[in-house]
Structure formats: structure tokens, C-alpha cells
């Protein structure tokens, strides 16, 4: 079992920037990827950010490519989401996501298996 914790989350004005921390235990991912999601208020589900733990591939999601940047401390067990330049409309419960052995990187919810609790991420204007 992958246990996914995050935190980071806050409030911030527009343009402004955050640090977003996904902390794993239990298994090691090896093979696996761990992506980020978020979810506003009446919204669904959608993709932001994810990584292969092993060689560190990324895929970003249009909305935030140039933006954020999503990174991985393999020694820590720990996957970021720097996220820069933020806007209004990046407000959101973020949540950190993982899948155990993976050979692509999914960039839907149901991709992935193992799922933490959600930080917020709030922008003000």
C-alpha cells in the first residue's frame, strides 16, 4: 500500500507562487508515476501535473505548462509542484495521486490507484 500525504497548500494573491509537497510511504513506486489533480468547488477532477518516480519523465496539463513545474526527490519519497505565476482560476483542492508500476504517464484520475487527502490552494485577485 502507497500512503500520499500533501501539504503546501495556502492562500495567495494572483501571481503569486506555492510549493506543493506529496510525501509517499509504504511501497516504493519503482516503475510507477505520481500525478497531481485538482478539484474546484462544482468542478470535476482534472489533470495538472505527473512524473515516472524513476527516470522523471513529465507531462503538464495546458493550463499550467510554463507555469508549474512538478519535480521528484527520489531519496526523500517526495514529489513537488512548484507552481508559479498563479491566477484565480488555479484555486482549488489539490491532491497528490500514484500508481504503483506504470509504463506510460497517465494523465486521467483513473490512472492512478493510491490517492492523498487534498491540500487547498487558494488565489486571490
Known amino acids: 500500500q502507497v500512503h500520499l500525504v500533501e501539504s503546501g497548500g495556502g492562500l495567495v494573491q494572483a501571481g503569486g507562487s506555492l510549493r506543493l509537497s506529496c510525501a509517499a510511504s509504504?511501497?516504493?513506486?519503482?516503475?510507477?508515476?505520481v500525478g497531481w489533480f485538482r478539484q474546484a468547488p462544482g468542478k470535476e477532477r482534472e489533470f495538472v501535473a505527473t512524473?515516472?518516480?524513476?527516470?522523471?519523465?513529465?507531462s503538464y496539463a495546458d493550463s499550467v505548462k510554463g507555469r508549474f513545474t512538478i519535480s521528484r526527490d527520489n531519496a526523500k519519497n517526495t514529489v513537488y509542484l512548484q507552481m508559479n505565476g498563479l491566477k484565480p482560476e488555479d484555486t482549488a483542492v489539490y491532491y497528490c495521486?500514484?500508481?504503483?508500476?506504470?509504463?506510460?504517464?497517465?494523465?486521467?484520475?483513473?490512472?492512478?490507484?493510491?490517492w492523498g487527502q487534498g491540500t487547498q490552494v487558494t488565489v486571490s485577485s
Open positions: 495521486a500514484a500508481v504503483r508500476d506504470t509504463l506510460r504517464l497517465p494523465r486521467v484520475a483513473s490512472g492512478y490507484d493510491y
Open positions: 509504504g511501497r516504493t513506486f519503482s516503475n510507477g508515476a
Open positions: 512524473i515516472s518516480w524513476y527516470i522523471g519523465y513529465t
